[in-house]
């Protein structure tokens, strides 16, 4: 077993000596640098740490190359494909009823990690940096916490400057820009709907605004519409505050938020865990944060019935205007790159570099 001291790594920031643990987010505006992991279901992690220093944003060429994960077909999905089409056809029969306007339909597939024992996700974190950079990219270990997470996020949940507070909800995803359809804006309308409402609930009266609505962004393999949504804290509201008025993220739920949740509650068959949660830092001394949804991420479960799996999530949006083979289709292309980065194959067929 390597050893593996707690540890994490976001952009050019890696912190290390862990100082202290808690599962309260209040404690992120007491003092001190914290990494966080919010699980979707509502568990959160902010560990202090005490050393926290700028490396770069560069990892050495041969980070990496310890990593040994799941080949790209030895995958499970807690959907199969007729089980999630199955889901979106009932999605879409409670927009009839007018239960919800949309909601977000997701799968966690999992894989035997084929040598649990050595396995660092700092080392997986690097090859996401090289086969999938992401504006959002960071690792979370804590191994004696239950917490090992590598993201290639490329969504904002909530940034942090003082008093001022934004998010950056995508909805809307093809492989180019023609792909997407009007669907796809209509979808990325309602959710920013959705998030100026969440954090018009801690954020002063009047000061929410838009700075920029369905933007084509383009990432590995994919592009994105990205919209921004942005408001000023009111007095005596802090981060407990705004995860009680924003969580779990509007993107990766649905409208209204609560409709969304209880459908999801009842067609999904596995805990999302950290996928759709909240990943990033807090830095209580200088009053800022950044977050990720919690998306494009892996995480270890050593828990798991049968032995230690490598875990990740991927889901689309659903609404009234949603095909189910198309929905499949787009959870497909979010999971494929990722798939092949995490079992080695990306990094062999573009760099040549051997990850036996």
Known sequence: MLDQAPLARFGGLLASDLRDVTRDPAALDSKGWWAVVADFEGGTVCARFGDVRTVGE????????????????????????????????????????????????????????????????DELAALLAGGNPAPYSGTVRLPGHGVEVATASPELYLRRGGRTV?????????????????????????????????????????????????????HPGLVHLVS?????????????????????????????????????DALETAPRGPYCGGVGWVDADRGTGRLAVGIRTFWI????????????????????????????????LKAERLLRVASGEYARSTTGRRHT
């Not at 505050?241 to 969580?247: K, P, Q, S, V």
Request: charged share 25%; hydrophobic share 35%; proline share 9%.
């Open 58 to 121: 560069r990892r050495s060429p041969s980070a990496g190359d310890h990593w040994r994960g799941p080949a790209a077909h030895d995958w499970t999905s807690s959907l199969d494909r007729a089980g999630y089409e199955a889901g979106v056809r009932r999605i879409r029969e409670h927009i009839a009823a007018g239960d919800v306007y949309q909601a977000n339909l997701c799968r966690v597939l999992s894989a035997r990690l084929p040598e649990p024992d050595t396995a660092d996700v």
């Open 166 to 218: 934004e998010s950056g909800p995508i909805k809307g995803t093809g492989r180019t820009e023609a792909d997407l359809l009007p669907k796809d804006h209509a979808e990325n309308v309602m959710i920013v709907d959705l998030v100026r409402n969440d954090l018009g609930r801690v954020c002063t009266p009047g000061s929410v605004t838009v700075p920029r609505l369905c933007e084509v962004e383009p």
């Open 228 to 264: 921004s949504v942005r408001g000023e804290l009111a007095p005596g509201a802090g981060w407990a505050e705004l995860f009680a008025a924003t969580f779990p993220p509007g993107s990766v739920t649905g409208a209204p938020k609560s409709s969304a949740l209880r459908i999801i």
């Open 301 to 332: 479960d050593r828990t798991a019935p049968g032995g230690p799996q490598l875990r990740f999530g991927t889901g689309a949006g659903i609404t009234w205007g949603s095909e189910p083979h198309r929905e499949w289709a787009e959870t497909e």
